[in-house]
């Protein structure tokens, strides 16, 4: 099991740019790095996904070191909606052989005015 | 837009009876997923099925069972409802060639008294 580590809680303001980092130091040669939201009495949203360098979309920015062994989702500007729980996954299975995707407790990101 | 939907947000049952969640999915994936979410926690995989008729176990499989007859239905079936398993349940769907990229239900909020 790729077991991850990510902070408990960040507190941010509306329009700064957050970084959260989640390190995961025996991720496996076949393991993809994924990133989910959740708000409350929803269930959670892909954000991202990547393997390695950076990668990015509309929501958001996912830099990967080349060792592999940590990742940081980066949101920029951030507004109060995205006051969520932010979950990081490192696996390339569900069931099975291989590493499989885990969602940890994840990071509960606060955003204030 | 993937639409995942689940029967009921809320339920409530009592010890021994037999309950029946119900998820549908209209993306035509492949595969669907049964988790349930507790506090400190996270998502727990309970089952989860890559075809129809096909399912593999999860994590945490004991005391429910699952159905696919249809691509696009799949259902979770607690035999005798106990305490410890009331719960919020997510079910989730994907394309086959990635598990990585889950589209999420908007949760059942099971209490079993």
């Known amino acids: 099991l790729a077991k991850t580590t990510q902070p408990i809680s960040m507190d941010s303001y509306e329009g700064q740019e957050v970084n959260i980092t989640c390190s995961h130091n025996?991720?496996?040669?076949?393991?993809?790095i994924t990133w989910y939201q959740q708000f409350p009495s929803q269930g959670p949203r892909f954000i991202i996904q990547g393997y390695k360098t950076k990668v990015t979309n509309e929501v958001a920015s996912l830099f990967i070191p080349a060792d592999r062994k940590s990742s940081t989702l980066s949101l920029p500007r951030v507004s109060l909606s995205d006051t969520a729980v932010y979950y990081c996954?490192?696996?390339?299975?569900?069931?099975?052989?291989?590493?499989?995707?885990?969602f940890g407790t994840g990071t509960q990101l606060k955003v204030e005015l | 837009d993937v639409k995942v939907t689940q029967s009921s947000r809320y339920l409530v049952k009592r010890t021994g009876e037999k309950v029946f969640l119900e998820c549908v999915q209209d993306?035509?994936?492949?595969?669907m997923f049964w988790y349930r979410q507790d506090p400190g926690l996270g998502l727990r995989l309970i089952y989860f099925s890559y075809d129809v008729k096909m399912k593999e176990k999860g994590d945490i499989p004991e005391g429910y069972s699952v159905s696919r007859e249809k691509k696009e239905r799949f259902s979770l079936i607690l035999e005798s409802a106990s305490t410890n398993q009331t719960s919020m349940y997510l079910c989730?769907?994907?394309?086959?060639?990635?598990?990585?990229?889950?589209?999420f239900g908007p949760g059942t909020r099971l209490t079993v008294t």
């Open positions: 989730a769907s994907s394309y086959s060639g990635s598990v990585y990229e889950q589209y």
């Open positions: 996954l490192v696996g390339d299975v569900v069931t099975g052989g291989g590493n499989k995707l885990t």
């Open positions: 993306m035509d994936h492949e595969n």
């Open positions: 025996n991720i496996a040669t076949n393991d993809y």
